[in-house]
């Protein structure tokens, strides 16, 4: 599962972009909007996460990761 953007939290700055080691989020600059364009390539690694200054991310984790 993708992570998930709280898009009042989000301030726009599309670091969650360069975090990601996969290219999973897309920011759109000019529309200040971030998409999630390839979510099932997601790893749940938790750089965008851990990175965004807004703590507007989180991370679903899929049923089979929940209990590790
Ligand atoms: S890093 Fe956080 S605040 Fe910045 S664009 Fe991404 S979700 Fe929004
Ligand atoms: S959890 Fe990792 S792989 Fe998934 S979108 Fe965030 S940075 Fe990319």
Redesign the pocket.
């Known amino acids: 599962m993708p992570p998930r953007?709280?898009?009042d939290?989000?301030?726009?700055?599309?670091?969650?972009?360069d975090?990601c080691p996969v290219d999973v989020?897309y920011?759109h600059p000019d529309e200040?909007v971030?998409e999630i364009r390839y979510p099932d390539e997601c790893w749940h690694c938790g750089s965008?996460r851990q990175?965004?200054?807004?703590?507007?991310?989180k991370i679903v984790f899929p049923p089979i990761m929940a209990n590790v």
């Open positions: 953007i709280d898009s939290l989000c301030q726009k700055c599309g670091t969650c972009e975090s989020i920011f200040g971030v965008c990175d965004c200054p807004a703590g507007a991310i």
